[in-house]
């Protein structure tokens, strides 16, 4: 268990404080999360998911076709190199401005992507009791699931529900994931390792590098999915899905739903990506951002609330996480000149992760931190 974040409660009495702690302490040991509201047929959305407002609060890309992310087509990459040599200029644009992009034709089935989909969703609906086994804030579990891992340290809670589970290098004991979706994690797993190993040639051609380098620093070696659960929320004025982050990874590979509500901060507006039926988000992770000296960018981007639900997505970072790492990252230093000095000091996968846990959702960036 964290502590609430005592730079946001600055303003707050002991007794105030107490009472956040109190009623957020209530909420986790439900063990029902946010679906459990939601089931409970809750009609305010309770003050502990009340935002503040956000200086950029309104998407504004509606009807613009000029503010769309960059979609990429992977068919015949590997046969016809004019194509491929045009792929990884396109990658290059995109990491270094949007810090987004989409991938379509990459190999991976729709059955996989909809088994995905549905093994999360029954894993969220299944009997509660039965799901209640699995929640804990105990990091080194196999499998995790939880409401709002920054729970006790975040500014404000988001209305939804996550697990957490790895699935490399090693699974750590596939037994003790849940039995609605233990096969379709694993294979799903494998499937975003092939895709993932194939980006991180791209990206290190887009940087000048040879295909291997990112994978030979040990970038694809770890692999964490995430399955998210956003029930309908009956004030999503008042919430967020997910609060304004970037991700503490190397790079995320996102299977969303058609419901929508991912946004990405570009030129200080919010720009809505729509869901594509068949695409996966690919967006640059911090770590990402970090070694390669801010060349390529780790952008914000948060989900908003909904009427509509649940929202499924499953976000598959490329991250050892939390688990035990001694190599360090830092600025490539073939990318470095007279010119381009190191922004950032070295830190350690491991590190890097629980400072930004510890820290929260708060929507500041954990990067600053380690900036020399």
């Not at 491929?84 to 991976?108: L, P």
């Not at 070696?221 to 990874?249: I, Q, R």
């Not at 010119?339 to 510890?358: H, L």
């Amino acid at each position: 268990m964290g502590t609430i974040n005592t730079n946001e409660m600055a303003g707050t009495t002991k007794p105030e404080f107490n009472s956040i702690l109190s009623e957020r302490k209530a909420f986790d040991e439900t063990k029902d999360g946010v679906k459990g509201l939601a089931d409970a047929g809750v009609k305010k959305v309770p003050s502990l998911f009340h935002h503040q407002h956000d200086k950029y609060e309104k998407a504004s890309n509606l009807g613009n076709k000029g503010h769309n992310i960059p979609v990429i087509d992977l068919s015949d990459i590997d046969k016809d190199l004019s194509k491929h040599q045009g792929i990884v200029d396109i990658v290059k644009e995109a990491s270094e401005t949007w810090g987004f992009f989409q991938v379509v034709n990459h190999g991976i089935p729709v059955s996989v992507f909809e088994e995905m989909k549905n093994g999360v969703q029954r894993f969220y609906e299944q009997d509660n009791e039965t799901k209640k086994q699995f929640y804990t804030r105990d990091r080194s579990r196999s499998f995790v699931y939880n409401s709002n891992f920054d729970l006790y340290s975040s500014p404000a809670l988001n209305w939804r529900d996550t697990f957490i589970c790895y699935l490399s290098p090693d699974i750590i004991k596939p037994q003790d994931f849940p039995l609605v979706c233990r096969d379709i994690l694993l294979e799903y797993g494998k499937h975003i390792m092939k895709l993932g190993t194939l980006l991180f040639e791209l990206l290190s051609e887009a940087l000048g590098l040879n295909p291997n380098h990112l994978k030979d620093m040990g970038c694809a070696e770890g692999l964490v999915a995430l399955g998210h659960y956003y029930p309908a929320c009956p004030e999503p004025h008042l919430t967020m899905g997910t609060t304004k982050h970037s991700d503490n990874d190397f790079l995320t590979v996102l299977l969303q739903d058609h419901v929508g509500g991912l946004q990405v901060l570009y030129q200080n507006k919010w720009i809505h990506i729509t869901p594509i039926p068949g695409a996966l988000v690919v967006n640059i992770g911090d770590l990402l951002q970090l070694i390669t000296n801010d060349r390529f960018k780790s952008v914000e981007h948060r989900v908003t609330a909904n009427h509509v639900g649940p929202r499924i997505s499953v976000a598959c970072f490329f991250c050892t996480g939390v688990m035990a790492s001694t190599k360090p990252y830092g600025p490539i230093k073939q990318l470095l000149s007279e010119d381009n000095p190191p922004k950032y000091r070295e830190t350690t996968v491991s590190d890097y992760v629980a400072y930004f846990d510890a820290k929260g959702l708060d929507g500041t960036s954990a990067l600053t931190h380690y900036r020399i």
